[in-house]
């Protein structure tokens, strides 16, 4: 099936910047949105970035400005450059996409394990 494959989460001091990426490998005929949720402790998942086949974007506004996201269709990746950390940052980091397995087949969503991230004050 699909697999997604996260990287790049950590410990990181308030002011810093890390880079997330992920892979995703299988059976794909065409990838649409990829993209980033988040969910902190006791707080529900919430969209972080995304980024649709055309290369439209779309943001959390309380990460305008500071995150960065892209994809790389030939290695089937997408990347968040995540610069100005806040605390409030912290949370566990979730790859997502909607693709399609095969021309006629519908759109799947599928989600990566999580990674963790960690701003310290």
């Known amino acids: 099936q699909v697999q997604l494959v996260e990287s790049g989460g950590g410990l990181v001091q308030a002011g810093g910047s890390l880079r997330l990426s992920c892979a995703a490998s299988?059976?794909?005929?065409?990838?649409?949105?990829l993209g980033w949720y988040r969910q902190a402790p006791g707080k529900q998942r919430e969209l972080v970035a995304v980024?649709?086949?055309?290369?439209?974007?779309n943001y959390a506004e309380s990460v305008k400005g500071r995150f960065t996201i892209s994809r790389d269709n030939a290695k089937n990746t997408v990347y968040l450059q995540m610069n100005s950390l806040k605390p409030e940052d912290t949370a566990v980091y979730y790859c997502?996409?909607?693709?399609?397995?095969?021309?006629?087949?519908?759109?799947?969503?599928?989600w990566g394990q999580g990674t963790q991230v960690t701003v310290s004050s």
């Open positions: 980024v649709t086949s055309d290369v439209t974007t």
């Open positions: 997502y996409t909607a693709l399609r397995l095969a021309v006629w087949s519908r759109e799947y969503d599928y």
């Open positions: 299988g059976r794909i005929f065409s990838i649409n949105t």
